[in-house]
């Protein structure tokens, strides 16, 4: 069945620093892929999505490119802030309509 | 657009007792919605696909007497939480999409639920 592996957390960051979470996928066909963040205590908030190989979801600084080859799906921001502390997820949604999750990673970033 | 309200956001309750739990599409249809339950600092687990006008699919090893569902219009799902017992104590979440948007999930807010 449809997986996605996540980097175990938490990433602890300097404000300002690189930020990448990897985050790999097993699925059959050409899934969609999706950041979601969870801020603590709140509900998903859909981050940026792709839906096809080589396809580059980008939002609020972030940004994710769909590799097929590499089954690969890693988020990446240039200069994180402490108001990135949050939980990210890399669900994905194979043939059907349900979102497949991996086990999340925590963020936080420190001054 | 696209926003799914889910009330109340935490809820604490007795043993035995039962506690609903509902989840509103906003500014949209929703044939389908997603029940999903989150355990402390773990990813989420579906529940359940709560569909309009018909019964629920439970996903494996979720007691559908326990939690039930009911999605009696295009625009309300309800999770009714059954004789509660301090494991159920645990954070619920909804999700629902706008029918033809591109596989966009939007999610609610979520539910603490805390059974004492």
């Known amino acids: 069945g449809d997986s996605v592996t996540q980097m175990e957390g938490p990433v602890t960051l300097s404000e300002e620093a690189f930020l990448t979470i990897n985050c790999t996928y097993t699925?059959?066909?050409?899934?969609?892929l999706f950041w979601y963040v969870q801020y603590p205590g709140e509900g998903l908030q859909l981050l940026l999505k792709?839906?096809?190989?080589?396809d580059k979801g980008s939002n609020k600084g972030f940004e994710a490119t769909y590799r097929k080859e590499t089954t690969s799906f890693h988020l990446e921001k240039g200069s994180v802030q402490v108001s990135d502390s949050a939980v990210y997820f890399c669900p994905l949604t194979g043939g059907g309509n349900k979102l497949t999750f991996g086990t999340g990673t925590q963020l936080k970033v420190e001054l | 657009g696209a926003v799914v309200s889910q009330h109340p956001s935490w809820v604490i309750c007795k043993s035995g007792t039962s506690v609903k739990i509902e989840c509103r599409s906003l500014?949209?249809?929703?044939?389908?919605m997603f029940w999903y339950r989150q355990f402390p600092k773990q990813s989420l687990m579906l529940m359940a696909t709560?569909?309009?006008?018909?019964?629920?699919?439970?996903e494996q090893g979720v007691e559908k007497d326990k939690f039930l569902i009911n999605h009696a219009s295009l625009t309300l799902s309800t999770l009714t939480v059954t004789s509660a017992h301090p494991e159920d104590s645990s954070f619920y979440i909804c999700?629902?999409?706008?029918?033809?948007?591109?596989?966009?999930?939007?999610f609610g807010s979520g539910t603490r639920l805390t059974v004492v």
């Open positions: 709560s569909n309009e006008g018909s019964k629920a699919t439970y």
């Open positions: 500014d949209f249809q929703a044939t389908t």
């Open positions: 792709a839906t096809k190989a080589d």
């Open positions: 999700s629902a999409t706008p029918q033809g948007a591109p596989r966009g999930y939007t």
């Open positions: 699925a059959t066909g050409y899934p969609s």
